[in-house]
C-alpha cells in the first residue's frame, strides 16, 4: 500500500506541472503533478491516508474564465 501526502487543498486553482501530492511507497516518494490548468475539485484521501491500486487521487476540474 502506497501514502498519500497533498500539496494543495479543494478549489485552488494549479497549473499545468504544478505538483499536487506526494505518494510515499516502500521509502520511494514520488511527485505527482497537474497535467492541465485547473481546479483541484476532489482530492479523496487525507494526508497520511493510504490508498490502493488504481486509486483516484485527485480530480481535476476546468478552470472558468
Do not use: C, H, N, W
Not at 502506497?2 to 499536487?20: A, C, D, I, M, N
Not at 514520488?30 to 493510504?50: C, H, K, M, N, Y
Request: aromatic share 8%.
Amino acid at each position: 500500500r502506497s501514502t498519500l501526502f497533498p500539496y494543495t487543498t479543494l478549489f485552488r486553482s494549479v497549473k499545468e506541472g504544478q505538483p499536487l501530492l506526494v505518494i510515499e511507497s516502500m521509502k520511494l516518494e514520488t511527485s505527482l503533478t497537474a497535467p492541465r490548468d485547473g481546479v483541484i475539485a476532489e482530492i479523496p484521501f487525507a494526508a497520511g491516508d493510504s490508498f490502493g491500486l488504481k486509486a483516484t487521487l485527485a480530480q481535476l476540474a476546468p478552470q472558468e474564465e
